[in-house]
DNA sequence: CGATACACCTGTGTGC
DNA sequence: TGCACACAGGTGTATC
């Protein structure tokens, strides 16, 4: 589900409730999502204070006070929501205000500041561990991810580099997170159509004014969602769980027999299946 | 190395 | 109403 501006939308929602507090109180609910929680992990959380909450990538980093940093992925369905109001939290104390355990609710956090954080995740493709924040970037899961595409290593020059002699097609590759880190099945064919790149196009077969084009629409797209709260379709709620909005900009995601929005474009969207994902395109305006 | 298939898991929509 | 099947914002692992 969640893509990099899903993620940061995520981020920045929690901010508020989780940024300078410290954890009171932390329920595991199960052993594990995609892995198992690392050793003790409601004890290495409780009484930390979070110093800062970051993102790499669709990953939430949350540095913490212990010298660890709570490493967290929302996997396809996973969700991280905010309750309560903004009471202190008084250990043993009744908390009328926060809502009872939903269904697939696997973690939760009890803020100082009187907040409680819930992680739910049907699914359970999500993930949670935690890692000495000095090396947290050296984490098997970070370690080999590409640059972010907002930031300044990711250039049309940075592509041309790395996309040289590969033959698989451009959809697949903007989806392998070692090449560029954050995008998704939604915003690949965003941003494929913006550029009226074809899908299929072979990675080391696309001219250089065109990768200048496609660095350009990748990130004006993700800077759009993430304006927009990012693109709800099913599970993807904010973290004060809201619905974002940016679904309803859809050129072509899960638009198949719809009208190319592209002006005086007389293309239909199609659908295809690219290594098992589907993706959506215009025949006529992308080559 | 690169490209592909499969695995993990639950929920929802569709067609018979 | 039941049931089978396809499909879903991801990604590590195994296999050529």
């Given at each position: 589900m969640p893509e990099l501006p899903e993620v940061e939308t995520v981020r920045r929602g929690l901010v508020p409730a989780m940024?300078?507090?410290?954890?009171?109180g932390a329920e595991i609910r199960r052993p594990d999502l995609r892995w198992p929680f690392p050793d003790r992990m409601a004890d290495r959380l409780t009484g930390a204070r979070v110093e800062r909450l970051r993102r790499r990538s669709k990953y939430i980093l949350a540095d913490l006070d212990t010298g660890e940093t709570l490493l967290i992925h929302l996997g396809m369905s996973g969700r991280m929501t905010i309750s309560g109001l903004a009471a202190p939290y008084v250990p043993g104390q009744f908390h009328h205000h926060h809502p009872a355990a939903e269904k697939h609710d696997h973690v939760v956090l009890d803020m100082a500041g009187g907040a409680r954080v819930t992680f739910n995740d049907p699914r359970r493709f999500g993930a949670m561990d935690l890692v000495a924040t000095t090396s947290a970037e050296l984490h098997p899961l970070l370690a080999a991810l590409g640059p972010e595409p907002l930031g300044n290593a990711f250039s049309a020059e940075y592509l041309a580099d790395r996309l040289a002699g590969r033959k698989g097609p451009i959809k697949a590759l903007l989806l392998d997170q070692k090449l560029?880190?954050?995008?998704g099945n939604i915003y690949v064919c965003e941003a494929l159509n913006r550029a009226r790149i074809h899908p299929e196009r072979a990675g080391g077969r696309i001219a250089r004014a065109r990768l200048e084009r496609l660095t350009t629409e990748i990130r004006s797209v993700l800077i759009e969602a993430i304006a927009a709260g990012g693109s709800s379709l099913r599970d993807y709620r904010q973290a004060d769980g809201e619905l974002g909005y940016f679904q309803h900009a859809f050129r072509v995601y899960d638009r198949e027999g719809a009208p190319c929005p592209t002006p005086a474009c007389p293309g239909i969207i199609r659908r295809m299946v690219q290594g098992g994902r589907s993706t959506y395109y215009c025949p006529v305006c992308q080559r």
């Open positions: 940024e300078g507090q410290r954890i009171a560029v880190a954050g995008l």
